[in-house]
């Protein structure tokens, strides 16, 4: 049986603000729900055939090698004959329409193929990284290639405190220097969404991603005030809605798992 194994590799210093992080995961390719996040992401696929779902009953797409997943507004599905092993770059909404142009929204069509935009530089990538031999070097391959793409040093960055600012675009906008009106252009013009849904799926990450989550002594009331919610029920109902599942649900599950994959039975 494989073993699951998740790892993540800080970005590139010199793509701070373009790059959050890369990552690698293997596991045995078991049917799961691939959870919103609020980056957009390159995936390459090392190993396994890959399918892909709107919904846990829908109509199956085969994966690429390689492709642009951008940011969802729900839970995506997958499964892979044989393991699966892949690893990926999560970009900054306004980093990868630099890098791509406009992408689709992620409203349940199939993502698009890296070729597509890149041609056959995105075989020339995914060999390099097969060819690596652990997860170090193929990190270092990943991170060099990355750096030497133009785009990504030439786009916007939009920094912010988001914990400071709670999930609030007109704090956000306060902070970063430009009125509500004029954010909300930013963003659609140089990212693809609103600040509100950034500020969101951001929120939900930061959820995931808490070791809280996982720990027994810790309560939703507990998460929900850290994160700014208004109470526990505000969470549950913003779990609900991004992920097709309870905060209570989701607890057991995240201990080998990514935070943004959850395994269905």
């Known amino acids: 049986m494989v073993e ?3 790892t993540t590799c800080p970005a590139p210093p010199a793509l701070a ?3 959050a992080e890369l990552w690698t995961f293997e ?3 078991r ?6 996040k609020p980056y957009v992401e390159l995936v390459v696929s090392l190993a396994g055939t890959h399918w892909w779902r709107a919904r846990p009953d829908g109509a199956e797409h085969r994966y690429a090698d390689s492709w642009v997943t951008p940011i969802q507004d729900g839970p995506r599905y997958a499964r892979s004959m044989g393991r699966a092993h892949l690893i990926g770059a ?3 909404p306004w980093a990868a329409v630099a890098m791509f142009g406009p992408l689709p929204r992620g409203n349940g069509t199939p993502p698009p193929r890296l070729a597509s935009f890149l041609g056959e530089e995105a075989e ?3 060999a390099s990284l097969i060819d690596a031999g652990d997860d170090e070097e193929r990190f270092a391959r990943f991170s060099a290639w990355l750096e030497a793409q133009p785009a990504l040093h030439r786009a916007s960055r939009i920094r912010s405190d988001r914990q400071a600012t709670r999930g609030n675009a ?12 004029s954010l909300r252009r930013r963003f659609a013009t140089e990212a693809g969404l609103s600040p509100k849904q950034w500020l969101k799926l951001h929120r939900l990450d930061a959820v995931l991603r808490d070791p809280g989550l996982t720990d027994p002594e810790a309560t939703l009331a507990d998460l929900a005030y850290a994160h700014g919610y208004a109470d526990q029920a505000h969470l549950a109902r913003e779990m609900a809605r991004l992920t097709g599942s309870t905060a209570g649900a989701l607890r057991p599950t995240r201990a080998k798992s990514p935070p943004h994959f959850r395994p269905q039975d």
């Open 4 to 6: 699951t194994r998740f």
């Open 90 to 92: 999560r970009l900054e």
């Open 170 to 181: 007109t704090a956000l906008a306060r902070e970063v220097g430009l009125s509500p009106r």
């Open 17 to 19: 603000g373009a790059v």
């Open 31 to 36: 049917f799961g729900a691939g959870l919103p």
């Open 124 to 126: 020339r990538l995914r």
């Open 27 to 29: 596991h045995d390719g």
